[in-house]
């Protein structure tokens, strides 16, 4: 009878904290949508902290990190919340690898740390693994929006590699990784037919049609930008940039 009650008062409390968790997470969706972007992230460490493993929760985590990273001013506060995000994106691959969401956060948290890492051979580690991550993603799920995007915008830069990151993949690669702008054009337009209101996936198919010499291609998806709703704090910036960009172009 005893063990009975605990299995059953065990289930209780299950059911109720899974109810509490669907509750947390609607209202962290709310706070997105408002662009109340550290609410949103305050509320889905709440939820981890009642189930550490949720995985939409750890990677959310991971997408508002890198976010509000990307506004950072300071180098220092800009490398933080790249590293927490990348700490959350394993966390979500931990929990649950057979998840394209889990290799997407991985592949996308991996190319922001090429951004702040300044190691050759740590940048190049990073390169890899957004490749690897982005590629399981899409074994995994061929239609998630933003794991095509990520590799796209990893083509992108492979064909278009400058400065430290050029000199650190020639040196550990032993020469160039395939990456072209027609591969990059290619998963950066299926993104734009699966998620058509994601800013910055419009921003640099625009640039990749412009270094791959496609400037009409270019002006019309620039257009198609800056006419886009504002639904994230990135939208801003990124909007106002291709506004500047398209002006170049005219």
Known sequence: MKFLFSVILSFVIISAQS???NIMLKEADNF?????????????KQILLLDPVQLKALVKSAELNVSIGNRQVDK???RLYYETALSFANRAFNADSTQADASYAMAMASGKMTDVETENKKIVAYVKDVKRYADKA??????????????GKWNYEMANLSGLKKVAVKLFYGGLPEGTFEQAIQYMEKCKTLEPYFATNYLDLAKAYKEDRKPAQAIEV????????TRTSDDIAVKAEGAKLLESMQ
């Open 19 to 21: 109810q509490d968790i």
């Open 32 to 44: 997105e949508k408002q662009q109340k972007e550290p609410e949103a992230l305050d509320k889905y």
């Open 76 to 78: 220092n506060s800009k």
């Open 138 to 151: 899409l074994s995994i799920n061929p239609d998630h929006a933003k794991a095509n995007y990520t590799l």
């Open 222 to 229: 620039l257009n198609k930008l800056v006419k886009l709703p």
